[in-house]
């Protein structure tokens, strides 16, 4: 048996794009024979399901997973949403989902045991690739706890329960009645997933975000001409705008559409008899932020041939 080096695995690596754990298994299964590990892999569909890697995934699903006062929320991404009509993709979806309840970080995430396959949730996810014949990803995973109180979800443009385009969990801490708390916690999350907020608190917003923003508005305001003592009054007070837009408590709720969330928290301690306290939220949107590009390969074509 040859020596599994790691120029070996590199080389198998090369020749069919496969990852580093299926790269090292063939092998193994193969006793360092890399021809025979390359036709492993095609035979497993691993190196089919590698040579779409490079393929635009921004559809699927975000799904979302409660459990006491335990939450979770994922992102997988296919190519088409025909895919995330598919059954089975919703399964893995779910499955993940419901997995994250139970760890912190994304890659925990994927080297966690799928259940009923003797993979973990990396290697069910490629054989899924080779199975379907698109490229997916699972992008991302959030993870809330709180105590006492309530994590509840909302998914917005469901697909199926629990899966949809929107996901989002809040997180409330209080010692109210569990029933109540989690009615008035589906109602922050109905606001979270309308009103899309970035931070939970002035405090917590981030001091890059804000210098730039303050940067933005001191450049705006000193086309006014006015002196700087004043430009920086004017920045303080536009800041409100930017805190209105950005911020949790100082949003408007939008399911009564005039009173400020700092208020609806105050209101609802006194509802429930406890002190009320957002101490998290999640907000997955499904593909934001990906560059979804242009992979019209026949228009290209087209196009290049009328020149």
């Not at 949107?285 to 041939?305: Q, R, Y």
Request: aromatic share 4%.
């Amino acid at each position: 048996m040859a020596e599994i080096t790691a120029a070996l695995v590199k080389d198998l690596r090369e020749k069919t794009g496969a990852g580093m754990m299926d790269c090292k298994r063939a092998l193994s299964e193969t006793a360092g024979d890399l021809e025979g590990a390359v036709d492993w892999l095609r035979k497993k569909g691993l190196a089919a399901a590698a040579k779409k890697a490079g393929r635009v995934a921004a559809e699927g699903l975000v799904g979302v997973a409660t459990k006491g006062n335990v939450g979770a929320v994922v992102e997988v991404n296919t190519e088409t949403d025909f895919v995330a009509r598919n059954e089975t993709f919703q399964d893995f979806v779910r499955t993940v989902s419901e997995l994250a309840l139970r760890v912190y970080h994304l890659d925990e995430l994927k080297a966690a045991p799928y259940p009923n396959t003797g993979r973990i949730v990396d290697e069910e996810l490629t054989n899924m690739i080779a199975t379907i014949g698109e490229n997916m990803n699972l992008r991302r995973a959030a993870r809330l706890e709180v105590s006492p109180g309530v994590v509840v979800s909302y998914t917005h443009n469901a697909l199926a329960p629990h899966l949809g385009k929107i996901g989002v969990l809040v997180a409330v801490q209080s010692a109210a009645d569990p029933t109540k708390l989690a009615d008035f916690a589906r109602r922050l999350a109905l606001h979270v997933a309308a009103a899309n907020p970035l931070y939970l608190d002035i405090a917590s917003v981030d001091a890059k975000a804000l210098e730039r923003e303050r940067n933005v508005l001191r450049e705006q305001a000193r086309a006014s001409g006015k002196a700087d003592a004043i430009i920086e009054k004017m920045v303080e007070g536009r800041l409100k705008k930017f805190y209105e837009e950005t911020v949790l408590t100082e949003q408007i709720f939008v399911i009564d559409g005039e009173t400020r969330m700092s208020k609806v928290l105050e209101q609802a301690a006194q509802d429930l008899g406890a002190a009320v306290k957002v101490t998290g939220f999640a907000r997955f949107a499904l593909g934001e932020g990906i560059d979804k590009g242009s992979n019209d390969f026949a228009a290209e074509v087209a196009a290049t041939a009328k020149r």
